[in-house]
T-cell receptor, first 115, second 112 residues
Framework: ETGVTQTPRHLVMGMTNKKSLKCEQHLGHNAMYWYKQSAKKPLELMFVYNFKEQTENNSVPSRFSPECPNSSHLFLHLHTLQPEDSALYLC??????????????FGPGTRLTVL | KQEVTQIPAALSVPEGENLVLNCSFTDSAIYNLQWFRQDPGKGLTSLLLIQSSQREQTSGRLNASLDKSSGRSTLYIAASQPGDSATYLCAVYGGATNKLIFGTGTLLAVQP
């Protein structure tokens, strides 16, 4: 595998389910990001991790819980979601230690549908 | 609050035409500006990154310009091809938010 991978690619879940999204980067980067892309809206930054430490939480509801066990892996744990949380969730990584404006490399995304 | 606007929202052109996509931003104190391409159901691919001190960047048939003082950038695509069909996103980094702020994109369709 190369670049940034995300699993699963598609996920359908009920409002009471608990699920997790996984992201893995094979680029040796130090920063990882979660974004949400809803229809007809700009990409919204959710979380930023640098060297496994969370450095940004963009006022995301607590029903989204990120986890970064190491610099290569990033998870997004989901529980009691709402239908309006249905979106494409994108993971990205960059070389820089912090939000230094380096080019971000994106995964293919997980298309989430909440019923 | 930084806002990024892309015009037009959608564009359809015949193959071979040269075209320009526009991006404007409200806070000119940016660190850099990036153009991305997104194919349906896929993630984003970085096309060009322009630092705030630069005026333009070129890659193949793509040329991006930046006028920081007026808060504008353009992406010029020469001799368009059907394979260029995708959504093109502009994003700025820096300013008061110190985050990467995206526009809503321009959906480009190049007709064979």
């Amino acid at each position: 595998e190369t670049g940034v991978t995300q699993t699963p690619r598609h996920l359908v879940m009920g409002m009471t389910n608990k699920k997790s999204l996984k992201c893995e980067q094979h680029l040796g980067h130090n920063a990882m990001y979660w974004y949400k892309q809803s229809a007809k809206k700009p990409l919204e930054l959710m979380f930023v991790y640098n060297f496994k430490e969370q450095t940004e939480n963009n006022s995301v509801p607590s029903r989204f819980s990120p986890e970064c066990p190491n610099s290569s892996h990033l998870f997004l744990h989901l529980h009691t979601l709402q239908p309006e949380d249905s979106a494409l969730y994108l993971c990205a990584s960059s070389q820089g230690r912090d939000y230094s404006g380096d080019t971000q490399y994106f995964g293919p995304g997980t298309r989430l549908t909440v019923l | 609050k930084q806002e990024v606007t892309q015009i037009p929202a959608a564009l359809s052109v015949p193959e071979g035409e040269n075209l320009v996509l526009n991006c404007s931003f409200t806070d000119s104190a940016i660190y850099n500006l990036q153009w991305f391409r997104q194919d349906p159901g896929k993630g984003l691919t970085s096309l060009l990154l322009i630092q705030s001190s630069q005026r333009e960047q070129t890659s193949g048939r793509l040329n991006a310009s930046l006028d920081k003082s007026s808060g504008r950038s353009t992406l010029y695509i020469a001799a368009s091809q059907p394979g260029d069909s995708a959504t093109y996103l502009c994003a700025v980094y820096g300013g008061a938010t110190n985050k990467l702020i995206f526009g809503t994109g321009t959906l480009l369709a190049v007709q064979p």
